[in-house]
């Protein structure tokens, strides 16, 4: 069997058996590639030595596809958040295999698996590979570069007992660090949709819903928290009829797709009691949603007790808008002005300390709070994404 037939199997077992997983491998663009050690991905290339994968069995295949997916959709790099990159990719890895292992996929000898972490997040399994091997280990390493696997950790690269093939399935290095910030919003949106797809059939992997969490509440990803509300809002329309045309010629109906484009409102506080140096990190972070959501059209309102300013935004404009304010806060005008001049909004984004007043109505769209500092929001959901 060739290589391309071999992946061709193994994507067709995976839709079959687990829906969720090979709907979103079949993203991946296989490319083989001479001298590379056994295989890696950056969100869109599948690279692999044909040696390696001509000598890997069906269920080593579908375990390689779902690992490197399931690095990519559960934004990983946006969750590092100042974490050392080698031991950060490490924990990632541990998750997700024992995410693998709980669904009925086999585990690969020389693989990142350790049935210890079962249930544990990234997070905890970060904190505690460093507490175990490291101690203190900002003193210990001046940069993420600098940070070694765990010795001896069962697993960890390099533990493998019968030579490179093994050593393959450890490799940090198969998962790109850095991925291209678009990319992690498409891998986004292409999860939300086999996720539905999946739920559908029954077949929605178990154990998903604790991947994504952070362990300290105020520690909450904000960016992961958006991913999956603004997938919420995305209005996704999937058929088999007419189906994706990209795998018919290897016999593989997958469905289309089609989506309308998300109106998202984003209100940044720029009253007296946000300094300078919150001010630039909200204004930094409407930048980051600019770039992880180029094909969302976001409506931006700069506001303190009064609205200083309205400015719409699409993926790939310029982003140039004066900064006013410095009163006191209110966040009523902002309400009362999507009310009267965006009433198709479906959802709002507020930048603010959380310290206002407030409609006494709550809205009919959703609205999250992305606070500066822990603090009581009478409806929608607060996100602590800074701390002063």
Same mark, same amino acid.
């Given at each position: ?17 687990? @829906? ?7 993203? %991946? =663009? ?41 690095? /990519? ?7 590092? %958040? ?34 210890? $972490? ?33 010795? &001896? ?59 994504? =969490? ?6 909450? +990803? ?10 919420? /809002? ?12 990209? /795998? ?33 990190? $909200? ?36 982003? +140039?808008?004066?900064?006013? &304010? ?8 902002? $309400? ?17 300390? &959380? ?6 109505? @709550? ?12 603090? =009581? ?12």
């Amino acid at each position: 069997m060739t290589t391309d037939a071999q992946l061709t199997k193994a994507k067709s077992q995976l839709t079959m058996k687990h @829906p969720y997983f090979g709907m979103l491998a079949s993203r %991946l =663009k296989e490319e083989p590639k001479e001298g590379m050690q056994g295989y890696a991905s950056n969100g869109k290339r599948f690279l692999y030595d044909p040696d390696f994968m001509a000598r890997r069995t069906t269920e080593e295949i579908m375990f390689i596809l779902t690992n490197c997916v399931m690095h /990519h959709v559960l934004s990983h790099q946006q969750r590092q %958040l100042g974490r050392k990159g080698t031991l950060w990719q490490l924990a990632t890895d541990y998750a997700i295999n024992n995410l693998l292992h709980k669904n009925g996929l086999e585990i690969p000898r020389g693989a990142n698996y350790n049935e210890e $972490f079962e249930g544990m997040y990234a997070e905890e399994i970060y904190e505690a590979l460093k507490e175990s091997f490291y101690g203190d280990m900002d003193d210990a390493f001046g940069s993420e570069d600098d940070v070694p696997p765990p010795p &001896g950790m069962p697993g960890a690269a390099g533990d493998a007992e019968d030579g490179e093939d093994n050593d393959a399935f450890s490799n940090l290095g198969n998962i790109e660090e850095e991925l291209d910030a678009q990319n992690e919003s498409e891998w986004q949106y292409a999860s939300s949709v086999a996720q539905e797809v999946a739920q559908r059939k029954s077949a929605m992997p178990s154990g998903m819903e604790r991947l994504g =969490k952070k362990v300290k509440k105020a520690d909450v +990803d904000w960016r992961f928290e958006l991913y999956n509300a603004v997938n919420r /809002h995305m209005r996704n329309n999937y058929a088999f009829m007419p189906p994706n045309k990209k /795998h018919i010629y290897r016999g593989i109906a997958l469905p289309s797709l089609a989506s309308d484009t998300l109106s998202l409102v984003v209100a940044v506080d720029t009253s007296g009691s946000i300094n300078d140096a919150l001010l630039g990190a $909200f204004t930094e972070e409407f930048k980051s949603i600019m770039t992880n959501f180029p094909s969302v059209r976001i409506e931006l309102i700069i506001a303190d007790a009064r609205i200083h300013g309205h400015y719409t935004f699409q993926g790939g404009e310029k982003l +140039d808008f004066p900064i006013k &304010g410095g009163g006191g806060t209110d966040y009523r005008p902002v $309400f009362d002005y999507i009310e009267a001049e965006l009433p198709m909004t479906t959802m709002l984004l507020y930048f603010t300390d &959380g310290d206002g007043w407030f409609p006494r109505i @709550p809205p009919a769209y959703e609205v999250l709070w992305a606070l500066s500092r822990p603090a =009581k929001v009478p409806f929608g959901r607060g996100l602590v994404i800074f701390s002063q």
